[in-house]
């Protein structure tokens, strides 16, 4: 089994982020998110996992969709979102945030970790790779700040 894995400078993107926990609510907060995908396989005929350019094309067209966003976990039952008049509006405890909707990236997640985020790019790359009958996995790393990252793992069920 072979594999390869991009994690060029340029796969990352900059967003904001409030996390509910334990009956919490984090203050809203961004990070400056790197990119890192590796996937595992066997050899196409021209002797590839997958071609790396384009694997770094559509890794950094997926991070570009999240990036200069608030992302809002739509599977998040803790707070209220009302959308009216081009603004988001979300209500959290005794909180209140006004966004332009235009900035406002719903995610089908239930919190915006840098778990969940490898695991909603990971389900988004393995779209994209549908056709791709040799590559047995897909991972991705989301890392929010130096030396702390999370991976997601989808094994695609293909031999490879």
Known sequence: MHSLKVDSGHLNFSAAHFITFAGKCERLHGHNYAV???LEGGLTGDGYVYDFVELKRTVKTLCDTLDHRFLLPTGNGQFTVTRADGEVEIRVRDRRYVFPERDVLDLPVANITAEYLAQY????LFKTLSGCDNISSVQVGVEEAPGQ???FRIE???QG
């Open 156 to 158: 695609t069920g293909r």
């Open 36 to 38: 890192e995908v590796q």
């Open 149 to 151: 990252a999370a991976r």
């Open 121 to 124: 790019l990971a389900g988004e």
